[in-house]
């Protein structure tokens, strides 16, 4: 069955680097999305992703977030500068034609 | 976008004895997805059942949806310490295009040996 890559798997970094992750969609849907989980808490929204544009963000989307779709393939996150408390599972998700939403198997991102 | 509300929070059976798992939401749905999500892993699609469906099978899984009470469940049968996970349930008004999915707590199953 088809299904989302994401990378890395782990990824530590320090507080104020950049971080890029990286999502292979499904091939052939149509719509993006990542999300994220803080450790105990739940997962939430950050963004979506269509035709090459932003459909919808949500508050903790901001200017130190960026989405971008290279090259037909790949889908990627990337966060300008990190803080401590961007430390969460960062999930990318894809969406064919139908409603059905599938989710990878996340990216672990510490700040430290 | 609306969350939907999983009860019980927490649940835990024997291995082999069936799990149930409730939800409820707010407001009129186009379709509603149930998740699976294993600690510290993914999250796993499990079934989607749309507004005009009342019950829909997969494998050991059975979801129902009443829509005139805007609840939906999950059973699980013959149920095996692999099933041990949380689940969400996900409702959504959108009928095409990109959705907004809004989780959760999610019921804790845990299948004892």
């Known amino acids: 069955e088809p299904e989302v890559t994401q990378t890395p798997s782990h990824q530590v970094t320090q507080m104020g680097q950049e971080v890029i992750l990286r999502c292979v969609p499904i091939?052939?849907?149509?719509?993006f999305y990542w999300y994220r989980q803080i450790l105990g808490q739940k997962v939430e929204f950050l963004v979506s992703f269509y035709n090459n544009e932003i459909s919808e963000k949500s508050e903790i989307f901001d200017d130190q977030f960026s989405v971008e779709r290279p090259d037909g393939s790949n889908f990627t996150l990337k966060i300008r500068s990190t803080k401590l408390e961007d430390s969460a599972m960062y999930f990318c998700?894809?969406?064919?034609?139908?409603?059905?939403?599938?989710f990878g198997e996340g990216s672990w991102l510490t700040v430290v | 976008s609306q969350q939907g509300e999983e009860d019980p929070q927490a649940l835990s059976i024997q291995e082999g004895e069936n799990a149930t798992m409730n939800c409820s939401y707010k407001t009129s749905i186009n379709n509603l997805q149930w998740y699976r999500q294993n600690s510290g892993r993914g999250l796993v699609h499990l079934i989607l059942i749309r507004s005009n469906e009342r019950e829909k099978h997969s494998g050991r899984l059975r979801v129902t949806l009443d829509t005139s009470k805007k609840s939906s469940s999950l059973l699980i049968t013959a149920s095996r310490a692999a099933d041990t996970a949380s689940y969400f349930c996900?409702?959504?008004?959108?009928?095409?295009?990109?959705?907004?999915?809004?989780f959760g707590q999610g019921t804790r199953l845990t299948i004892n040996p």
């Open positions: 998700a894809s969406q064919g034609l139908g409603n059905t939403i599938y």
């Open positions: 091939s052939n849907h149509l719509y």
């Open positions: 996900v409702p959504s008004s959108i009928i095409q295009g990109a959705q907004k999915l809004v």
